[in-house]
Structure formats: structure tokens, C-alpha cells
């Protein structure tokens, strides 16, 4: 299940569904009917099936939650590392010019930790910390005017 937030359920959901799992798991002890259990939990029947089918298998273990689904690959200390490194600008490690992209704080994390991580995870754990991806606030003093007029009348037409 999706949430805007970006993540799953919260710590509390999971529990609160973990406690249903194990009040069914109970009442699969006492062999009660699929039927019953969902309509008095208010969960669906199939819902009821598979976690039969898993308290079948795994007892009452199988019934509980998994945790989150998907734990941060940098603990907060190595964040922290992160960000120092980031302060010291793209400069400082090998790269010509003065932007963070999330392909180069890949490579970073790479580098630095051993951890490979896709774009998108790089991007959530930079969300997940209060980064955002900035704009210039203002345009480059070498910015040639005329060029980009010209671009913009010849070349751009022929790229539509």
C-alpha cells in the first residue's frame, strides 16, 4: 500500500495490523471458520486464507510483521559523512564544476561507503534528510544573449 507521504504504513499501523494477524492466528487454534474471522475482524476472507496458510506453515511467527519495507542503506551516522563530504563541493573530488548531481553523490556513496544505490534511492535518502534539488538563483555572468537568441530562432525549430 502506497502512501503520498512516499512510505508504507507507520510503526504504529504495522502493529496495530500485527495484533489482528495474531488474533486470527488464535482463532485458527480453535479452528474457527474463515468466514467468521473476517467478518468479525473486518478484514477480507482472503486475507484470512493466506495468513491461515501461513500460520500452517510458520505457526504463530509467520504472523508477524516484516518491518518496514525498505530500511535506509545509510545509517544516520554515514549521512553525516555524506553531508561533510558534500560541503566540500564536487571540486574536491575530481569533478570540474560546482554542482551536486544525484549521479555524482551516487558515485560518492559508491566511493566512500562501498554501497550501490540506484539514482532514485539517492534521491529518496537525500528527501529523507531535507536536501532538495536547487536552481540558480541567478543567471551566469558569461551567458551570451545573443547566442541564445540565435539558437533559439534557428535551432530550436528544427528540434520541435
Request: positive net charge; charged residues 30%; proline residues 4%.
Amino acid at each position: 500500500m502506497r502512501y503520498a507521504q512516499g512510505g508504507g504504513l507507520t510503526a504504529e499501523r504495522r502493529r496495530l495490523r500485527e495484533r489482528i494477524r495474531y488474533e486470527a492466528g488464535e482463532r485458527f487454534a480453535h479452528g474457527e471458520m474463515t468466514a467468521v474471522i473476517a467478518k468479525d475482524l473486518r478484514v477480507s476472507e482472503r486475507s484470512v486464507e493466506r495468513w491461515r496458510r501461513a500460520w500452517r506453515e510458520g505457526g504463530m511467527a509467520a504472523l508477524a510483521s516484516a518491518g518496514p519495507p525498505k530500511l535506509p542503506r545509510l545509517s544516520d551516522g554515514q549521512f553525516a559523512e555524506l553531508e561533510k563530504e558534500l560541503a566540500l563541493g564536487p571540486a574536491a573530488h575530481g569533478w570540474e564544476d560546482q554542482r551536486w548531481s544525484l549521479a555524482r553523490i551516487r558515485a560518492l556513496i559508491a566511493w566512500r561507503f562501498q554501497i550501490d544505490c540506484s539514482t532514485a534511492a539517492v534521491w529518496r535518502l537525500m528527501h529523507r534528510h531535507g536536501w532538495s534539488w536547487q536552481c540558480p538563483a541567478r543567471r551566469a555572468v558569461e551567458r551570451d544573449e545573443g547566442a541564445v537568441g540565435l539558437w533559439k530562432k534557428d535551432v530550436w525549430p528544427q528540434v520541435e
